[in-house]
Nanobody, 126 residues
Framework: QVQLVESGGGLVQAGGSLRLSCVASGRTFSTYTMGWFRQAPGKERDFVAAISRLGSRTYYANSVKGRFTISRDNAKNTLYLQMNSLKPEDTAVYYC???????????????????WGQGTQVTVSS
């Protein structure tokens, strides 16, 4: 069982920055592909970014490419999402997720992820 706890959300003005963190329990964090997803009010949860086990490969949704950066520190069991140039449309609850598959492919499909955090709210004011 893997527990994921997000933090770092909050209220920020448009154009500002936030860094989200996600701490994972257990000793096998480096074996998980990790991802960030978000759910805006009244909308479905969408993919934001994903990262390979050792952090060498990343994948982003077009809507955040060039503004957000996903990274990880396996020694600290922590996943990060640096969010710059934030826009009001980035307002959502942000979730981190872990994929424990043997495959090393990084994916954007929610159903491929096995464990989820409780989410952290990000609100961007105009």
């Amino acid at each position: 069982q893997v527990q994921l706890v997000e933090s770092g959300g909050g209220l920020v003005q448009a154009g500002g920055s936030l860094r989200l963190s996600c701490v994972a329990s257990g000793r096998t964090f480096s074996t998980y592909t990790m991802g960030w997803f978000r759910q805006a009010p009244g909308k479905e949860r969408d993919f934001v970014a994903a990262i390979s086990r050792l952090g060498s490969r990343t994948y982003y949704a077009n809507s955040v490419k060039g503004r957000f950066t996903i990274s990880r520190d396996n020694a600290k069991n922590t996943l990060y999402l640096q969010m710059n140039s934030l826009k009001p449309e980035d307002t959502a609850v942000y979730y981190c997720a872990a994929r424990v598959s043997q495959s090393t492919v990084i994916v954007a499909t929610q159903s491929e992820y096995d464990y989820w955090g409780q989410g952290t709210q990000v609100t961007v004011s105009s």
